[in-house]
T-cell receptor
Framework: ETGVTQSPTHLIKTRGQQVTLRCSSQSGHNTVSWYQQALGQGPQFIFQYYREEENGRGNFPPRFSGLQFPNYSSELNVNALELDDSALYLC??????????FGQGTRLTVV | SQQGEEDPQALSIQEGENATMNCSYKTSINNLQWYRQNSGRGLVHLILIRSNEREKHSGRLRVTLDTSKKSSSLLITASRAADTASYFCATAAVYGNKLVFGAGTILRVKS
């Protein structure tokens, strides 16, 4: 157990819909990162939040957005869902560039 | 895009044998981390090696890092069926705030 909790664990959405994924970071960790992992591939960095501000973004379109709250929990929002957005979405919390602790992920299926 | 390249893509060994996985990367790093993933679930952190370290041990795991060749290896000794999983290397850059993952090595340990 890493102390990082993601919800929901599974989700099915229709193309064009919007989705919100949630992450509770490990106690004391002020940095939360989100990753997308397509089937058979390694995780790809979406963005990172540090003390409620976006602190770096990967090669993802603006319809991927996020928030970090004062308690350092975080949300990932995806608008106008596409079939290719089907993936495992992973949240990781950390203190700086050291070890990152990952949650169990949310499996999103877009139909 | 993924920086790391793991080699081999898949590895099948007998219980008790050693398993070696290799990782190459492209840019200067702050540290390199190895993770394990069981059946598309969350990532479990195995070991972190800093750019000024050459070798690190943790239980049955041994990691080496060669920054001149931009490569790392993970050795699992006396493998067990429970070691069956996908293994990923991830690099943290000197400047920046994300982990860049390779595509992973699928390890199968037969009992």
């Amino acid at each position: 157990e890493t102390g990082v909790t993601q919800s929901p664990t599974h989700l099915i959405k229709t193309r064009g819909q919007q989705v919100t994924l949630r992450c509770s970071s490990q106690s004391g960790h002020n940095t939360v990162s989100w990753y997308q992992q397509a089937l058979g591939q390694g995780p790809q960095f979406i963005f990172q939040y540090y003390r409620e501000e976006e602190n770096g973004r990967g090669n993802f379109p603006p319809r991927f957005s996020g928030l970090q709250f004062p308690n350092y929990s975080s949300e990932l929002n995806v608008n106008a869902l596409e079939l290719d957005d089907s993936a495992l979405y992973l949240c990781a919390s950390s203190l700086g560039p050291g070890q990152a602790f990952f949650g169990q992920g949310t499996r999103l299926t877009v139909v | 895009s993924q920086q790391g390249e793991e080699d081999p893509q898949a590895l099948s060994i007998q219980e008790g044998e050693n398993a070696t996985m290799n990782c190459s990367y492209k840019t200067s790093i702050n540290n390199l981390q190895w993770y394990r993933q069981n059946s598309g679930r969350g990532l479990v952190h195995l070991i972190l090696i800093r750019s000024n370290e050459r070798e690190k041990h943790s239980g049955r795991l041994r990691v080496t890092l060669d920054t001149s060749k931009k490569s790392s290896s993970l050795l699992i000794t006396a493998s067990r069926a429970a070691d069956t999983a996908s293994y990923f290397c991830a690099t943290a850059a000197v400047y920046g705030n994300k982990l860049v993952f390779g595509a992973g090595t699928i390890l199968r340990v037969k009992s």
